[in-house]
């Protein structure tokens, strides 16, 4: 008898905490980022008036951030950062683990195989950055990188394009752009390619690197899904209607002042 009680006393306690799991899942909008990709998403140790607690502790921040609290809010749940590296993230969706990617991520033709996208709620252009003293800091088409030690972010477009340059010497890709970044001072790689807002990110907290932008006809050749960027969500996802819902309500004005916003608020020295 004593031992049917027990059995029966577990099996409430494994219900009522299953219940309250679903419950506390279903007010939560989790989403997904690397919190390495400034001014789109960071971390920080010290909370302010901008930053999200991330789940595995400290703080993020940027661009995503205000595009995440701004869905969630719409949506009427509790926003929760998760951070994941970027291989992480696709899986991560997939598995329900996270709700949503916000992450820079584009809706590559590739990607929109195993997971779906909202409607785009970023649009850019793809830039070298380089450092200030560097023979290519003159650079005008993508011809003048000819022999250049070139690379870009491991698994994104960023480092498919590289292709793109006549004679490069296309390098290794990297898992994170700070990484690229201390390749590059250290003069280990010439240049690594970029969206804009990230290339004047990095620019702003390193100033002895600078960005080659391209005009029209002499830098880069890609679609607008491979250079725009939009929410990632799981093949089917109900919230998908929702969430261009409320992406068309972001207005294009609003959209530039919360870059901007990111621009100006991420710390000099990423923690």
């Given at each position: 008898m004593k031992k049917l009680l027990s059995l029966g006393l577990t099996v409430v306690i494994a219900v009522l905490l299953l219940t309250g799991c679903g419950k506390k899942s279903n007010d939560e909008f989790r989403v997904g980022m690397e919190c390495d990709y400034a001014p789109f998403n960071w971390t920080q140790a010290k909370e302010d008036t901008f930053t999200v607690?991330?789940?595995?502790?400290?703080?993020?921040?940027?661009?995503?951030?205000?595009?995440?609290?701004?869905?969630?809010?719409?949506?009427?749940?509790?926003?929760?950062?998760?951070?994941?590296?970027?291989?992480?993230?696709?899986?991560?969706?997939?598995?329900?683990?996270?709700?949503?990617?916000?992450?820079?991520?584009?809706?590559?033709?590739?990607?929109?195989?195993?997971?779906?996208f909202s409607d785009l709620y970023y649009e850019s252009e793809l830039v070298i950055v380089v450092?200030?003293?560097?023979?290519?800091?003159?650079?005008?088409?993508?011809?003048?990188?000819?022999?250049?030690?070139?690379?870009?972010?491991?698994?994104?477009?960023?480092?498919?394009?590289i292709d793109q340059i006549p004679g490069v010497s296309k390098e290794t890709a990297m898992e994170t752009f700070p990484a690229m970044i201390v390749a590059l001072q250290s003069g280990r790689i010439d240049g690594y390619?970029?969206?804009?807002?990230?290339?004047?990110?990095?620019?702003?907290?390193?100033?002895?690197?600078?960005?080659?932008?391209?005009?029209?006809?002499n830098g880069f050749e890609a679609s607008v899904d491979d250079t725009a960027i939009a929410v990632g969500l799981k093949k089917g996802s109900d919230q998908t209607d929702d969430i261009n819902k409320?992406?068309?309500?972001?207005?294009?004005?609003?959209?530039?002042?919360?870059?901007?916003?990111?621009?100006?608020?991420?710390?000099?020295?990423?923690?």
């Open positions: 607690p991330i789940e595995s502790g400290a703080f993020a921040g940027g661009y995503d951030v205000e595009i995440a609290k701004l869905i969630a809010d719409g949506l009427g749940k509790k926003l929760v950062i998760v951070k994941i590296e970027w291989d992480g993230l696709s899986p991560a969706v997939q598995s329900g683990r996270i709700d949503a990617i916000i992450a820079g991520m584009s809706p590559t033709d590739e990607r929109k195989a195993s997971i779906d450092r200030k003293d560097s023979p290519y800091a003159n650079a005008g088409s993508l011809s003048d990188f000819t022999g250049a030690k070139i690379t870009g972010q491991l698994n994104t477009f960023h480092y498919s394009v390619v970029s969206e804009r807002p990230g290339a004047i990110s990095a620019a702003a907290s390193s100033p002895d690197i600078m960005y080659i932008e391209f005009a029209a006809g409320i992406i068309a309500g972001i207005t294009k004005e609003k959209r530039e002042q919360l870059m901007l916003d990111a621009l100006q608020n991420q710390p000099i020295v990423i923690d």
